[in-house]
């Protein structure tokens, strides 16, 4: 698989400290009570800088996808990119492992699995009831 290493600041450092333990956390505000991705410094919601993170459960429902072909390794393997509706409200881009590409992923249930990739470990998700 090629995957690009994510490239750590301060707003989702604690994104990246969850995955390494195998957890997905997602950052809300501890003002208005929203659920957001990526991460930001202040609430789009109510301008708060009071910001914590919850722990998803990590199952959601795919809304869209695309298979995604590097531009110029062309025989690098395709990675199928989905926007997850996270069950908690908000939406995640990532990669869909252990599936083929059909009309069957519009609306599938997806759950989070984490795998480690050159020492960084990335959240990503496999369709649900398919775990290993
Ligand atoms: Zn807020």
Redesign the pocket.
Known sequence: MTIRPPVFDFDDAFFWEGAAQRRLLIQH??????VRHPPTPV??????L?QGAIESQGRGTILTWIVSRHPTEPDAEPRIVILVQLDEGTRLVSNLVDAEPAPTLNDARVEVCFVDHDGTVLPLFRLAGSGR
Do not use: L, V
């Open positions: 505000c501890a003002a208005c009570d929203t609430c789009p919601e109510c301008g708060s009071e």
